[in-house]
């Protein structure tokens, strides 16, 4: 009977130690898998620092109330600018691309970035390269120009 003893606590051990073992195994898999699986923190480019640091942050900063008195007289809003004429073969789109896009010198990933689109922001697509797979475009307001990857816009119908 002792020896039977023996054997058995010998193979619960075993059994245990294997338990343990695979045990830890799936829950370090579990960690990493969930570690892995979450989107990283978007970078913040120069470009973006020195466009970014005198502006408050929309996100943290209050809206204004606007406070009207009883007696006092409003102006007449004065109607928003006309949009600026296209030119010839020119269209507005809008950035689809969820991380933004950045603009580029030159019609290749090796040029020099010159700016950035946020996503949804609406741009100027005045041409597109020969091959297609590049769009010259100009930000709404007319501040920049460059290049972006074709495909990461969407055509805003007029």
């Known amino acids: ?15 245990m130690a294997l338990a343990f073992l695979a045990g830890g195994g799936i829950a370090a898999a579990i ?11 978007r970078p913040v480019f120069e470009e973006e620092r020195a466009t970014t640091k005198g502006a408050p942050s929309a996100k943290n900063s209050p809206k204004p109330v606007k406070t009207v008195a ?3 007289t409003q102006p007449d809003p004065k109607p928003a600018p ?12 809008r950035a689809v691309w969820q991380e933004g896009l950045l603009l580029r010198q030159s019609p290749n990933l090796e040029s ?7 996503y949804n922001e609406t741009v100027v697509v005045l041409e597109e390269s020969a091959d297609k797979e590049w769009q010259r475009v100009r930000l709404e307001d007319g501040s920049q120009e460059g290049w972006i990857k074709a495909g990461n816009t969407e055509r805003i119908a007029e």
Not at 1 to 15: A, P
Not at 83 to 92: D, E, I, K, S, V
Not at 112 to 118: F, I, W
Request: hydrophobic share 40%.
């Open 31 to 41: 960690y990493l898998a969930a570690k892995h699986s979450s989107q990283p923190e």
């Open 1 to 15: 009977m002792n020896k039977f003893s023996l054997v058995l606590q010998f193979f619960l051990g075993v059994m």
């Open 82 to 93: 006309s949009a600026q004429p296209l030119p010839p073969g020119a269209y507005r789109a």
């Open 112 to 118: 020099t970035s010159v700016g950035g689109v946020e």
């Open 70 to 72: 009883a007696n006092t």
